[in-house]
T-cell receptor, first 113, second 114 residues
Protein backbone atom coordinates (compact mmCIF):
# COMPACT_ATOMS: atom_id res chain seq x y z
CA UNK A 1 0.00 0.00 0.00
CA UNK A 2 1.71 3.15 -1.19
CA UNK A 3 1.85 5.93 1.33
CA UNK A 4 2.00 9.60 0.46
CA UNK A 5 4.35 10.34 -2.40
CA UNK A 6 5.81 13.75 -3.12
CA UNK A 7 7.81 15.02 -6.06
CA UNK A 8 10.39 16.22 -6.62
CA UNK A 9 12.47 15.35 -3.54
CA UNK A 10 14.83 18.28 -3.98
CA UNK A 11 14.57 21.51 -5.93
CA UNK A 12 16.70 24.61 -6.36
CA UNK A 13 15.08 27.78 -7.65
CA UNK A 14 16.12 31.40 -8.09
CA UNK A 15 14.45 34.30 -6.31
CA UNK A 16 11.41 35.52 -8.22
CA UNK A 17 10.77 32.21 -9.95
CA UNK A 18 7.70 30.05 -9.58
CA UNK A 19 7.60 26.45 -8.32
CA UNK A 20 5.07 23.60 -8.37
CA UNK A 21 5.27 20.74 -5.89
CA UNK A 22 3.21 17.58 -6.24
CA UNK A 23 1.61 15.14 -3.85
CA UNK A 24 -0.25 11.86 -4.23
CA UNK A 25 -2.22 10.90 -1.11
CA UNK A 26 -2.30 7.53 0.53
CA UNK A 27 -4.80 5.14 -1.01
CA UNK A 28 -8.22 5.69 0.53
CA UNK A 29 -7.45 9.23 1.70
CA UNK A 30 -9.29 12.17 0.16
CA UNK A 31 -7.98 15.14 2.14
CA UNK A 32 -4.58 16.70 1.52
CA UNK A 33 -2.84 19.21 3.74
CA UNK A 34 0.37 21.09 2.97
CA UNK A 35 2.92 22.19 5.55
CA UNK A 36 6.10 24.23 5.44
CA UNK A 37 8.89 23.21 7.78
CA UNK A 38 11.78 25.62 8.10
CA UNK A 39 15.04 24.42 9.61
CA UNK A 40 14.67 23.90 13.36
CA UNK A 41 10.93 24.57 13.31
CA UNK A 42 7.80 22.48 13.51
CA UNK A 43 5.61 22.13 10.43
CA UNK A 44 3.50 25.23 9.72
CA UNK A 45 0.10 24.67 8.16
CA UNK A 46 -0.31 26.21 4.70
CA UNK A 47 -3.70 24.94 3.54
CA UNK A 48 -5.94 21.91 3.23
CA UNK A 49 -7.83 20.58 0.22
CA UNK A 50 -10.93 18.43 0.18
CA UNK A 51 -13.28 17.78 -2.74
CA UNK A 52 -11.00 19.91 -4.94
CA UNK A 53 -11.59 22.97 -2.78
CA UNK A 54 -9.37 24.83 -0.35
CA UNK A 55 -11.11 24.24 2.97
CA UNK A 56 -8.75 25.85 5.42
CA UNK A 57 -5.78 28.16 5.11
CA UNK A 58 -2.93 29.07 7.44
CA UNK A 59 -1.13 32.37 7.70
CA UNK A 60 0.56 32.30 4.30
CA UNK A 61 0.42 34.98 1.57
CA UNK A 62 -1.46 34.60 -1.68
CA UNK A 63 1.81 33.69 -3.40
CA UNK A 64 1.05 30.24 -2.04
CA UNK A 65 -1.75 28.55 -3.93
CA UNK A 66 -2.85 25.02 -4.51
CA UNK A 67 -5.05 22.66 -6.37
CA UNK A 68 -6.60 19.26 -5.83
CA UNK A 69 -7.46 16.98 -8.71
CA UNK A 70 -10.38 14.51 -9.02
CA UNK A 71 -8.01 11.65 -8.13
CA UNK A 72 -7.26 13.50 -4.82
CA UNK A 73 -3.68 14.33 -5.78
CA UNK A 74 -2.61 17.87 -5.11
CA UNK A 75 -0.21 20.59 -6.18
CA UNK A 76 1.32 23.42 -4.20
CA UNK A 77 2.36 26.47 -6.23
CA UNK A 78 4.55 29.26 -4.95
CA UNK A 79 5.00 32.41 -7.04
CA UNK A 80 7.64 35.12 -6.80
CA UNK A 81 9.91 32.98 -4.64
CA UNK A 82 11.75 34.59 -1.74
CA UNK A 83 14.87 33.35 0.01
CA UNK A 84 12.70 32.78 3.08
CA UNK A 85 10.62 30.24 1.18
CA UNK A 86 13.51 27.79 1.44
CA UNK A 87 12.16 24.93 3.53
CA UNK A 88 10.95 21.36 3.56
CA UNK A 89 7.42 21.20 2.17
CA UNK A 90 5.38 18.35 3.57
CA UNK A 91 2.18 16.90 2.23
CA UNK A 92 -0.12 14.97 4.54
CA UNK A 93 -3.19 13.00 3.63
CA UNK A 94 -6.09 11.89 5.79
CA UNK A 95 -9.52 10.37 5.41
CA UNK A 96 -12.77 12.09 6.20
CA UNK A 97 -13.92 9.21 8.38
CA UNK A 98 -12.37 10.15 11.69
CA UNK A 99 -8.68 9.70 11.19
CA UNK A 100 -6.60 11.92 13.31
CA UNK A 101 -3.43 10.21 12.22
CA UNK A 102 -2.31 12.10 9.17
CA UNK A 103 0.08 10.25 6.87
CA UNK A 104 2.97 12.36 5.69
CA UNK A 105 5.14 12.19 2.64
CA UNK A 106 8.90 12.55 2.88
CA UNK A 107 8.70 16.11 1.68
CA UNK A 108 10.23 18.29 -1.00
CA UNK A 109 13.33 20.24 -0.01
CA UNK A 110 13.12 23.63 -1.74
CA UNK A 111 16.16 25.86 -1.81
CA UNK A 112 15.78 29.41 -3.12
CA UNK A 113 19.03 31.12 -4.11
CA UNK B 1 1.99 33.01 19.41
CA UNK B 2 2.97 29.39 19.93
CA UNK B 3 -0.17 27.53 21.02
CA UNK B 4 1.70 24.23 21.36
CA UNK B 5 5.02 24.42 23.14
CA UNK B 6 7.79 21.90 23.51
CA UNK B 7 10.17 23.71 25.79
CA UNK B 8 13.02 21.22 25.60
CA UNK B 9 14.70 21.35 22.19
CA UNK B 10 16.76 18.26 23.00
CA UNK B 11 16.91 15.32 25.38
CA UNK B 12 19.55 12.65 25.90
CA UNK B 13 18.90 9.34 27.71
CA UNK B 14 20.64 6.02 28.17
CA UNK B 15 19.37 2.93 26.42
CA UNK B 16 16.92 1.03 28.62
CA UNK B 17 15.94 4.08 30.67
CA UNK B 18 12.75 6.10 30.41
CA UNK B 19 12.44 9.02 27.98
CA UNK B 20 9.91 11.70 28.93
CA UNK B 21 9.01 14.31 26.35
CA UNK B 22 6.83 17.20 27.43
CA UNK B 23 4.34 19.42 25.66
CA UNK B 24 2.26 22.37 26.88
CA UNK B 25 -0.65 24.02 25.12
CA UNK B 26 -2.69 27.14 25.59
CA UNK B 27 -5.95 26.58 23.69
CA UNK B 28 -8.59 24.72 25.71
CA UNK B 29 -10.50 24.01 22.49
CA UNK B 30 -7.95 21.41 21.40
CA UNK B 31 -9.74 18.08 21.60
CA UNK B 32 -7.14 15.63 20.36
CA UNK B 33 -3.39 15.42 20.77
CA UNK B 34 -0.90 13.51 18.70
CA UNK B 35 2.77 12.66 18.83
CA UNK B 36 4.81 12.28 15.68
CA UNK B 37 8.32 11.00 15.23
CA UNK B 38 10.58 12.32 12.50
CA UNK B 39 13.83 10.91 11.21
CA UNK B 40 16.10 13.11 9.06
CA UNK B 41 15.02 13.34 5.41
CA UNK B 42 11.68 11.66 6.14
CA UNK B 43 8.21 13.01 6.80
CA UNK B 44 6.74 12.78 10.32
CA UNK B 45 5.31 9.40 11.29
CA UNK B 46 2.27 9.14 13.51
CA UNK B 47 3.19 7.56 16.85
CA UNK B 48 0.35 7.78 19.35
CA UNK B 49 -2.59 10.02 20.14
CA UNK B 50 -4.96 10.82 22.96
CA UNK B 51 -8.43 12.28 23.11
CA UNK B 52 -9.01 15.19 25.45
CA UNK B 53 -11.53 13.08 27.37
CA UNK B 54 -8.83 10.60 28.37
CA UNK B 55 -5.87 11.02 30.65
CA UNK B 56 -3.73 8.14 29.45
CA UNK B 57 -3.19 6.09 26.33
CA UNK B 58 -0.69 3.27 26.06
CA UNK B 59 0.71 1.49 23.02
CA UNK B 60 3.56 -0.88 23.68
CA UNK B 61 6.58 1.07 24.90
CA UNK B 62 4.82 4.39 24.33
CA UNK B 63 2.42 6.03 26.78
CA UNK B 64 0.92 9.48 26.51
CA UNK B 65 -0.41 11.26 29.61
CA UNK B 66 -2.74 14.23 29.46
CA UNK B 67 -3.33 16.71 32.28
CA UNK B 68 -6.11 18.98 31.04
CA UNK B 69 -6.14 21.24 34.08
CA UNK B 70 -2.45 21.97 33.55
CA UNK B 71 -2.78 21.96 29.76
CA UNK B 72 0.14 19.58 29.67
CA UNK B 73 0.86 16.28 28.01
CA UNK B 74 3.85 14.02 28.05
CA UNK B 75 5.13 11.07 26.05
CA UNK B 76 6.89 8.30 27.95
CA UNK B 77 9.06 5.78 26.16
CA UNK B 78 10.04 2.76 28.24
CA UNK B 79 12.51 1.24 27.72
CA UNK B 80 14.25 3.64 25.37
CA UNK B 81 16.11 2.15 22.44
CA UNK B 82 18.76 3.67 20.14
CA UNK B 83 16.28 3.42 17.25
CA UNK B 84 14.04 5.85 19.11
CA UNK B 85 16.55 8.62 18.42
CA UNK B 86 14.59 11.13 16.35
CA UNK B 87 12.78 14.44 16.59
CA UNK B 88 9.43 14.14 18.36
CA UNK B 89 6.65 16.58 17.56
CA UNK B 90 3.60 17.20 19.69
CA UNK B 91 0.54 18.31 17.72
CA UNK B 92 -2.91 19.41 18.83
CA UNK B 93 -6.02 19.00 16.77
CA UNK B 94 -8.88 21.47 16.68
CA UNK B 95 -12.16 21.48 14.84
CA UNK B 96 -11.93 24.39 12.38
CA UNK B 97 -15.27 24.78 10.70
CA UNK B 98 -16.04 21.59 8.79
CA UNK B 99 -12.53 20.21 8.93
CA UNK B 100 -9.69 19.66 11.33
CA UNK B 101 -6.47 21.54 11.77
CA UNK B 102 -3.24 20.45 13.41
CA UNK B 103 -1.14 22.89 15.42
CA UNK B 104 2.44 21.74 15.90
CA UNK B 105 5.11 22.23 18.50
CA UNK B 106 8.70 22.93 17.47
CA UNK B 107 9.88 19.44 18.33
CA UNK B 108 12.26 17.79 20.80
CA UNK B 109 15.31 15.97 19.52
CA UNK B 110 15.76 12.72 21.46
CA UNK B 111 19.11 10.95 21.52
CA UNK B 112 19.18 7.47 23.06
CA UNK B 113 22.74 6.46 23.82
CA UNK B 114 23.78 2.78 23.76
Amino acid sequence: DAGVTQSPTHLIKTRGQQVTLRCSPKSGHDTVSWYQQALGQGPQFIFQYYEEEERQRGNFPDRFSGHQFPNYSSELNVNALLLGDSALYLCASSGTVTNYGYTFGSGTRLTVV
Amino acid sequence: DQQVKQNSPSLSVQEGRISILNCDYTNSMFDYFLWYKKYPAEGPTFLISISSIKDKNEDGRFTVFLNKSAKHLSLHIVPSQPGDSAVYFCAASINAGNNRKLIWGLGTSLAVNP
